[in-house]
């Protein structure tokens, strides 16, 4: 089972969460992305309107923050239809009166103000777990392709509540371009994942890589 990062007492704040997480993230994704594959296929990486990062030379600096900030906040307020206040960490956000809006950490991207989310950035470090979960058959991701975005899903349910965390590619010839990944908190939203992972379970037709991991 995945784990949330849960800080030490002695870094229980967001400026030492969000270094450590950028940290697991830089390494075991952004900086070994060019190694990992999705069905056999190479993972690149596109954000915004820049061009694909298909090798690790002339990145900017500040390239990887900016798209790790993006993985861990939201654009605007969100409905937690889930219960994100079962761990510690939940005591961070804007006092813990769940007002995504009042998050106490802000950022813009692209000019575009966006807060950070306390329970997607204690599971942000998920990405590349789950990817290297998939390629060894894990019973708990599955791979659905629509017409239009490839969806990297892992479910499960446990006693306390279900885990839906998404990883969304575009599908380019012989490549997989990462656009984005996040956990799926409200019930329109899971409901139409759940039902593209009932139909890889059904083992309907949904493209040439649809299979029951």
Same mark, same amino acid.
């Given at each position: 089972m995945? @784990?949330?990062? /849960?800080?030490?007492?002695d870094k229980f704040d967001i400026e030492s969460i969000i270094k450590r997480q950028y940290k697991e993230v830089n390494e075991k994704f952004f900086q070994r992305r060019p190694?990992?594959?999705?069905?056999?296929?190479?993972?690149? /990486? &596109? $954000?915004? %309107?820049?061009? =694909?990062?298909?090798?690790?030379?002339? /990145?900017?600096?500040?390239? $990887?923050?900016? =798209? $790790? $900030?993006?993985?861990?906040? @939201? %654009? &605007?307020?969100? !409905? *937690?239809?889930?219960?994100?206040?079962?761990?510690?960490?939940?005591?961070?956000?804007?006092?813990?009166?769940?007002?995504? @809006?009042k998050v106490p950490y802000t950022i813009f991207i692209k000019n575009k103000k966006r807060y950070l989310?306390?329970?997607? =950035?204690?599971?942000?470090?998920?990405?590349?777990? /789950?990817? !290297?979960?998939?390629?060894?058959? +894990?019973? *708990?991701?599955?791979?659905?392709? +629509?017409? +239009?975005?490839?969806? =990297?899903?892992?479910y499960r349910n446990t006693r306390r509540n279900s885990i839906l965390y998404l990883i969304v590619f575009t599908r380019d010839r012989d490549k997989y371009i990462f656009k984005t990944a996040y956990p799926v908190t409200s019930s329109k939203d899971r409901k139409r994942f759940m039902g593209y992972i009932k139909n890889v379970k059904q083992n309907k037709k949904t493209d040439s890589l649809s299979r029951i991991c």
């Open positions: 995945l @784990n949330i990062y /849960i800080p030490p007492k190694e990992m594959t999705i069905e056999g296929k190479p993972i690149i /990486i &596109q $954000f915004g %309107e820049k061009k =694909l990062l298909e090798s690790m030379d002339d /990145i900017p600096d500040n390239y $990887f923050y900016e =798209l $790790f $900030f993006h993985l861990c906040t @939201n %654009e &605007q307020y969100r !409905d *937690f239809e889930i219960n994100c206040s079962n761990v510690a960490v939940y005591k961070l956000c804007a006092g813990g009166n769940r007002d995504c @809006n989310c306390m329970y997607r =950035l204690c599971r942000v470090h998920w990405i590349s777990k /789950i990817i !290297d979960e998939y390629n060894n058959g +894990s019973d *708990f991701t599955y791979f659905y392709e +629509s017409s +239009s975005n490839s969806y =990297l899903m892992y």
